[in-house]
T-cell receptor, first 115, second 111 residues
Framework: AQSVTQPDIHITVSEGASLELRCNYS??????LFWYVQSPGQGLQLLLK??????LVQGIKGFEAEFKRSQSSFNLRKPSVHWSDAAEYFC?????????????FGKGTKLSVIP | KAGVTQTPRYLIKTRGQQVTLSCSPI?????VSWYQQTPGQGLQFLFE???????NKGNFPGRFSGRQFSNSRSEMNVSTLELGDSALYLC??????????FGPGTRLTVL
């Protein structure tokens, strides 16, 4: 069964500092990987996705993520964090060819930003 | 292009009642999935409908059911509500593996 692990429950960074949120996945075949962001009381917004090709993918709001098959990781990065980035971030995987679009999510990482 | 809409946005029910939540997907999307989000369990998959057929189901009791109509709109129903059913219910609409768009959710509170 596929699974996603986000080791950090809560991260606090200063505004302007760099950010890296970790994500490890377990899936037997080629995964499709996603990062979503959720502001309090809101739905999920897609930041970026990876399904093939270049292992460094660019997303919205200045975020990027790197897929590393050897480490089963898909870490999210941002060079300079803004106060508006404070939210909860979820990594997710869907199995290609599984016949279903079911997403498996990690538990999420809550990001706090210090002004 | 309109996004995924969910109604109602907030709902308060009492134990034992039943509830129906609605989701309208993005035009052209034939897959609708439902997720339950709670602080303790995180985001858990409930079920997915594709072209009016349930294609996949998560590990939830039979009190949770759903359906999809010919226009791809979907409803989910929870019968005999329990306190533990209090959650944010999210609907996702998609056309393929590489895109999943979420609605704002319905916040259900069971008293």
């Amino acid at each position: 069964a596929q699974s996603v692990t986000q080791p950090d429950i809560h991260i606090t960074v200063s505004e302007g500092a760099s950010l890296e949120l970790r994500c490890n996945y377990s899936y037997g075949a080629t995964p499709y990987l996603f990062w979503y962001v959720q502001s309090p009381g809101q739905g999920l917004q897609l930041l970026l996705k990876y399904f093939s090709g270049d292992t460094l993918v660019q997303g919205i709001k200045g975020f990027e993520a790197e897929f590393k098959r050897s480490q089963s990781s898909f870490n999210l990065r941002k060079p300079s964090v803004h106060w508006s980035d404070a939210a909860e971030y979820f990594c997710a995987v869907v199995g290609s060819g599984a016949g279903s679009y079911q997403l498996t999510f990690g538990k999420g990482t809550k990001l706090s930003v210090i002004p | 292009k309109a996004g995924v809409t969910q109604t109602p946005r907030y709902l308060i029910k009492t134990r034992g009642q039943q509830v129906t939540l609605s989701c309208s997907p993005i035009s052209g999307h034939r897959s609708v999935s439902w997720y339950q989000q709670t602080p303790g369990q995180g985001l858990q998959f409930l079920f997915e409908y594709f072209s009016e057929t349930q294609r996949n189901k998560g590990n939830f009791p039979g009190r949770f059911s759903g359906r999809q109509f010919s226009n791809s709109r979907s409803e989910m129903n929870v019968s005999t509500l329990e306190l533990g059913d209090s959650a944010l219910y999210l609907c996702a609409s998609s056309r393929s593996y590489n895109e999943q768009f979420f609605g704002p959710g319905t916040r259900l509170t069971v008293l």
